[in-house]
């Protein structure tokens, strides 16, 4: 039994003719994500009115984003255009880890931009004392800290089973399912462990921003006016569209059945949340937000 040194990802080399097509397309994609995420970053950063904590989060957020996509579009590219792509056992395990921990800092970062949310509408005249700099620092770094702490007993767990002779990923990247399956030994603690990890990490902010958003919807419904209403549902509605995009692509991935045949509809649908919601989110953000249009327009000028 010679453990492996190296992964082989298949990426997308049985798509005979498309690569460049797809490169050209994805290529894109990203170079719009660093973009948009960028422009959103300066702005937020530039302009005095929207030093405050919604768009504090959201800087954070674009940064996480930048972050999140540069961990694996890159790879994905390359086995477009080189497919097989071999990648050291080690780079696997830090592309793993690192993918493993902005996931679940941006589900982190998802419930405490829901939890601003809910005290600006549900509770705004003690909004700017509960909401303060200091608040904002300590939810922004526990969202950080704790998402890079997440996967770390999964890591061990995972990549302390024996891995032998079979080294080909089905996939363009090194995820969760194609890694296990290289596997020697039984991995029902690593299964365990990430049954775990998913429901703390993924899971619990996932019920912490639905029951935000419970708490918002009923309290906009109590607002007498229309206008009131559309008003208070605008401060919230870019971000309720994040969320949905977010754990809808993630519920669709990581609750498709595994196995053999499965494999390649898993590689496609996992394309819908490392690629499709990146380049959204900060589309999402400008269009649809207008502090931040007028913001852009004056920046622009």
């Given at each position: ?12 080399g049985?798509?005979h003719g498309?690569q460049?097509?797809?490169f ?9 994500t660093l ?8 702005v ?10 919604m768009?504090?989060?959201l ?6 984003e930048?972050?999140?996509t540069?961990?694996i579009e890159?790879?994905?590219l ?20 690192c993918?493993?921990?902005?996931v679940?800092?941006e ?16 509770n ?6 509960i ?10 770094g526990?969202?950080?800290?704790a998402?890079?702490?997440a996967p770390?007993?999964?890591m ?6 024996p891995?032998c002779s079979a080294?080909e990923?089905n996939?363009f ?17 690593a ?5 775990i990890?998913t429901t703390?990490f993924?899971?619990g ?7 935000s ?9 109590r607002?007498?006016s ?7 549902f605008?401060t919230c509605?870019?971000?309720?569209t994040v ?14 059945p595994?196995g ?10 996992s394309?819908l ?7 959204l989110?900060?589309v ?6 207008k ?10 000028k």
């Amino acid at each position: 039994m010679t453990h492996i040194s190296e992964i082989i990802l298949l990426g997308f080399g049985d798509l005979h003719g498309l690569q460049f097509f797809l490169f050209g397309i994805f290529l894109t994609t990203y170079v719009m994500t660093l973009m948009g995420n960028i422009v959103i970053l300066i702005v937020v950063s530039a302009d005095q009115s929207l030093h405050m904590p919604m768009y504090y989060f959201l800087g954070h957020f674009s940064f996480l984003e930048i972050g999140y996509t540069t961990t694996i579009e890159p790879l994905m590219l390359k086995t477009l255009l080189s497919a097989p792509v071999p990648i050291s056992f080690p780079a696997c395990v830090c592309q793993f880890y690192c993918f493993a921990a902005l996931v679940a800092t941006e589900c982190f970062f998802l419930a405490v931009m829901s939890y601003d949310r809910y005290i600006a509408i549900c509770n705004p005249l003690h909004y700017s004392s509960i909401m303060d700099y200091w608040s904002c620092l300590r939810l922004a770094g526990t969202s950080w800290l704790a998402g890079f702490l997440a996967p770390t007993i999964l890591m061990v767990l995972i990549f302390r089973l024996p891995f032998c002779s079979a080294n080909e990923i089905n996939h363009f990247f090194c995820d969760l399912k194609p890694i296990m399956k290289l596997a020697c030994a039984d991995p029902w603690l690593a299964e365990k462990a990430s049954f775990i990890c998913t429901t703390l990490f993924a899971l619990g902010p996932f019920l912490l921003t639905l029951a935000s958003y419970i708490q918002i919807i009923s309290t906009i419904l109590r607002i007498p006016s229309a206008s009131g209403k559309q008003r208070a549902f605008s401060t919230c509605s870019s971000h309720l569209t994040v969320v949905s995009l977010y754990y809808g692509t993630l519920g669709i991935v990581y609750g498709f059945p595994s196995g053999p045949r499965y494999d390649d509809i898993l590689r496609l649908l996992s394309l819908l949340y490392t690629v499709l919601t990146p380049a959204l989110n900060p589309v999402i953000y400008t269009l649809r937000n207008k502090d931040v249009k007028a913001a852009l327009r004056k920046w622009l000028k």
